[in-house]
C-alpha cells in the first residue's frame, strides 16, 4: 500500500509510524511545510489525562497514556511529567462511567474528592459546593514537539519517507501535487495538516467535511500556585499546569473561530480575562506582579471532537479535528486510524 500523509505535526507523524509498524513493506511519505514553528504541535500545552466526559475519547485518553507510560522510548521522547492532574467537575453527575473507563486502562489512578475535600488539599478558591474533583495520579503533561521531532526521526530511519516539502493541492486520484510541480499518486493520501486542513481541502475543491479552525492561547506567568499539577475547571474552562522551574501556564477558551493559521494574533481581553479568572480561581495575583509571555496559535475543530480517520473523498482521508485535545488522544487515536486505513 501507498499512503501519502500531508502534514509532519503529531497526528500525521504518529498515523505514519502506526502505518509503518503495521505494514513494514507499504510505502509510507509524509510532506510537511518547511518549518513547523507555531503548529498546534508545537504551541501545544500537553497536558494528557484520562479523563474525557466522552466515553470514546475517555477510552483513547487513558489508553494512550497506559501506553506512553509502559513504553520507555514513548516516555523518554515526549518527556513525559507525572505531576497529576485534578478535573473540576460542575458536578458529580455523569462521572462514574469516565472514572470507570480511567480505571480499566490505569488502575488505582484516579479518585473522586467533593469540594471539602478538594479545599483541604488543593489551592482553589471560591468553588460552588456540589463540585466534584476526578483526581487522576498517573496524568501530567508532554512535549508533543519531543514527541512528533523523535517519531519523524524513526519513520526515516526505518525506511519511511519524510519531506519538508509543502503539498500544493490534493487530487482525488488520489495524489498529492507538490509545491515543486511534481504529482506523487498514492493508494491512499491523508491529510493531517491540523489547522491548515481546511483551507488545503478548500483550495483543492474537496468538502471540509465539518472541520473548523479556533485560535488557542494561554499565558505563562512566573511564579504560580504551588504543589499543583495540572486542572481543568469545568466551570469557566480555565485550564493550567506548572511551567519550568517556577512558572506556571493558565489559559481559558477564545471565541476566535475561522482564523488563519499561518497569522495568529493575541486576544488581548483574553489575556487579561485569565489574569482575572486566576485571581479568583486560585487567589494568585498573577497579572500585575509576574512577568508573563503569552502563545497564540490554532487548532482543527470537528462536531462532534476527535481525532479521527474521516474519508472526504474515495481514497482521500482528513486526520484531525481533535479540538484542542489530540495531545492527549493522539497515541491511541493513530493507531485506531492505521488499523483502519489498512483495512
Ligand atoms: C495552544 C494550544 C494548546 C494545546 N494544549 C493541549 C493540551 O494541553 N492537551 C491536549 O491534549 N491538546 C492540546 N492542544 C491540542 C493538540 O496540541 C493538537 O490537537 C495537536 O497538536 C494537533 O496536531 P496536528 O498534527 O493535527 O496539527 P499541527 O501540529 O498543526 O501539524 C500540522 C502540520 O501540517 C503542516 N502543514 C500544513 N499545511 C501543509 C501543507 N500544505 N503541506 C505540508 N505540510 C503542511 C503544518 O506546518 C504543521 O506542521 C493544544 C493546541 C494548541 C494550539
Redo the contacts with the bound molecule.
Keep these: 500500500m501507498r499512503v501519502g500523509i500531508?502534514?509532519?505535526?503529531?497526528?500525521?507523524?504518529?498515523l505514519a509510524w502506526r502505518l509503518r509498524q503495521a505494514a513494514p513493506r507499504s510505502t509510507i511519505d509524509v510532506?510537511?511545510?518547511?518549518?513547523?514553528d507555531?503548529?498546534?504541535?508545537?504551541?501545544?500545552?500537553?497536558?494528557?489525562r484520562g479523563f474525557e466526559r466522552l466515553e470514546h475519547a475517555g477510552r483513547l485518553?487513558a489508553t494512550g497514556l497506559a501506553e506512553l507510560r509502559a513504553n520507555p522510548a514513548l516516555r523518554a521522547a515526549s518527556d513525559y511529567r507525572e505531576v497529576g492532574s485534578v478535573y473540576l467537575a460542575l458536578s458529580g453527575d455523569g462521572l462514574g462511567d469516565p472514572v470507570r473507563v480511567i480505571e480499566e486502562a490505569l488502575p488505582g489512578s484516579a479518585t473522586l474528592l467533593t469540594a471539602p475535600e478538594l479545599a483541604a488539599r488543593y489551592p482553589f478558591r471560591g468553588l460552588p459546593s456540589g463540585v466534584t474533583a476526578v483526581v487522576e495520579r498517573h496524568a501530567g503533561?508532554v512535549s508533543?514537539?519531543g514527541l512528533?521531532d523523535a517519531v519523524l526521526g524513526w519513520l526515516t530511519d526505518r525506511g519511511a519517507t519524510v519531506r519538508r516539502?509543502?503539498?500544493?493541492t490534493v487530487d482525488p486520484a488520489p495524489a498529492l501535487r507538490?509545491?515543486d510541480g511534481v504529482t506523487a499518486g498514492y493508494d491512499a493520501v491523508v491529510?493531517?495538516?491540523?489547522?491548515?486542513?481546511p483551507?488545503?481541502l478548500a483550495a483543492s475543491g474537496l468538502p471540509a467535511g465539518g472541520l473548523r479552525v479556533k485560535?488557542?492561547?494561554?499565558t505563562v506567568y512566573e511564579g504560580g500556585p504551588a504543589g499543583l499539577g495540572?486542572f481543568v475547571w469545568e466551570g469557566t474552562g480555565m485550564?493550567g499546569?506548572p511551567a519550568g522551574d517556577a512558572g506556571f501556564l493558565l489559559?481559558l477558551p477564545g471565541d476566535r473561530w475561522d482564523v488563519d493559521?499561518a497569522g495568529p494574533r493575541p486576544d488581548v481581553a483574553l489575556v487579561d480575562r485569565v489574569a482575572s479568572e486566576a485571581r479568583r480561581l486560585l487567589g494568585h495575583p498573577l497579572a500585575e506582579h509576574c512577568p508573563h509571555r503569552t502563545?497564540?496559535?490554532?487548532?482543527?475543530y470537528h462536531d462532534p471532537p476527535g481525532?479521527e480517520l474521516r474519508e472526504v473523498a474515495s481514497g482521500v482521508f482528513t486526520?484531525?479535528g481533535?479540538?484542542?485535545?489530540?495531545?492527549?488522544?493522539?497515541v491511541a487515536a493513530s493507531r485506531v486510524a492505521a488499523a483502519a486505513l489498512l483495512r
Excluded: H
Excluded at 510532506?31 to 513547523?36: E, I
Design positions: 500531508v502534514g509532519g505535526g503529531v497526528a500525521g507523524a504518529l510532506y510537511t511545510a518547511r518549518s513547523t507555531g503548529d498546534a504541535t508545537s504551541a501545544s500545552g500537553g497536558l494528557v485518553a503533561f508533543p514537539a512528533r516539502m509543502p503539498v500544493a507538490l509545491a491529510v493531517a495538516a491540523g489547522p491548515w486542513t483551507a488545503l485560535q488557542i492561547q494561554y495540572t485550564w499546569r489559559g493559521p502563545t497564540v496559535s490554532s487548532d482543527c481525532l486526520f484531525t481533535g479540538s484542542g485535545g489530540a495531545a492527549k488522544t493522539v
